[in-house]
């Protein structure tokens, strides 16, 4: 009776570590997407560190209409989550904001090399489009994915992130 409930137990959290990582996944998806949409359209106007503000607090709204959104569902279900596992529920998606982390890095480490605000927005772009095809490549491989398929999911990543590169170079010679 003991091995059941212990197996049991062992399979509950397994699931619910297989419920959050993909959300934790996919909230990391959308961070480094809304950051390549701040970055280029703001990386032809801004100074480098109003350009960090943008995209960091851009990501703090979203992440937390993503979380008060949740809430207002089980809300309108009839029940609100506990404190325990809404906390749970912002952690899990809390990628969502650090997804910026290594971009902003290299936009201000870019800037500080000499580059202009405009030349580092644009590296970080590139960064950004990196990290949209590794992770597009984890998930594929996360689903077993091989081949065509495979190498399909992280070239449809790359071209997200082209399309954003374009936007930017786009509204630069607009300006």
Not at 94 to 112: C, F, N, Q
Not at 124 to 138: C, E, F, N, P
């Amino acid at each position: 009776m003991t091995a059941p409930d212990h197996d049991a137990g062992t399979t509950a959290a397994a699931t619910g570590i297989e419920r959050v990582a993909p959300s934790r996944r996919a909230a990391g998806i959308y961070g480094l997407i809304v950051t390549a949409s701040v970055l280029a359209t703001g990386g032809t106007t801004l100074p480098v560190l109003p350009l960090v503000v943008a995209v960091f607090v851009t990501l703090l709204v979203y992440w937390l209409a993503e979380e008060y959104a949740e809430l207002l569902e089980h809300a309108s279900s009839g029940h609100l989550p506990t404190w325990t596992r809404t906390r749970s529920l912002m952690l899990a998606k809390w990628p969502m904001v650090t997804a910026s982390y290594l971009p902003l890095i290299i936009l201000v480490v870019t800037r500080v090399l000499g580059a202009t605000t405009s030349t580092a927005a644009l590296f970080a772009l590139i960064g950004t489009v990196v990290l949209l095809m590794a992770s597009a490549w984890r998930a594929g491989r996360s689903a077993r994915l091989t081949g065509v398929a495979l190498v399909g999911m992280t070239i449809a990543a790359g071209l997200l992130g082209l399309g954003m590169i374009g936007l930017k170079v786009g509204l630069t010679h607009l300006h």
